[in-house]
């Protein structure tokens, strides 16, 4: 197998409010292309890998400008790592933007993470909507796109991610709600349960599915 330059990374960040924990997640997006090649077009075969890089619960309680302290140090480290690549383009966030979400978003997009922010408020509606302030998306569609990359083995862990138990937990905590009207939305099953490090990973993987290949073009075999 050799790995191709084509990669893209998102952060999702879930704000908590007092009970509940704020998460913030990073996915990257990498396009894989194998040695092995079609019989039928000669092409080599390629497929797209997400991975979880990092995952990180914050204090419970903590201050909103402390979250974007910590995210601006943690956005700075990933880009201090690409070294020369640190300008590229390739890096997002995604806030959920949710009551007061849309605050820290203003927070965040003057705090000068040199990345792009996308704010998204998380509804129980059925259709995915563009606003002018960002978009609003079912957490159904979240949640339920997440679930099902986990359970197809499509979504790949780092070895030393402490919180990935916990994350797996809450993902098996999720379930359908129907009301009254007929209306599917998810939620955890019991009273208690937090399902902020699902809605993090789950912002990051929307974002990056939505941007596509990466914006480095094809892959480059090395």
Known sequence: MLRGSGRSTAFGLDLGQKRDYTALALVERSEVVYQ?????TYKRFEKVEYRLRFLERLELGLPYPDVVAAVDEVVTALRRSRGAWANAPGISLVVDATG???????????????????????????????????????????????????????LLMAADLDLAEDLIKELSDMEVKTSEKGHESFGAWRAGTHDDLVLAVALAVWKIKKRGRSPWGAVRLI
């Not at 092995?36 to 039928?40: D, P």
């Not at 705090?111 to 998204?120: F, Y």
Request: glycine letters at 10%; aromatic letters at 4%.
């Open 36 to 40: 092995e090649r079609s019989a039928v």
């Open 100 to 154: 007061v979400g849309a605050a820290v978003v203003d927070l965040l997009r003057r705090s000068g993470l040199g990345c792009d922010i996308a704010a998204v408020t998380i509804t129980g509606g059925e259709h995915e909507i563009q606003t002018r302030h960002g978009w609003n998306v079912p957490k159904r569609d979240l949640v339920s796109e997440l679930q099902v990359m986990y359970e197809h083995d499509e």
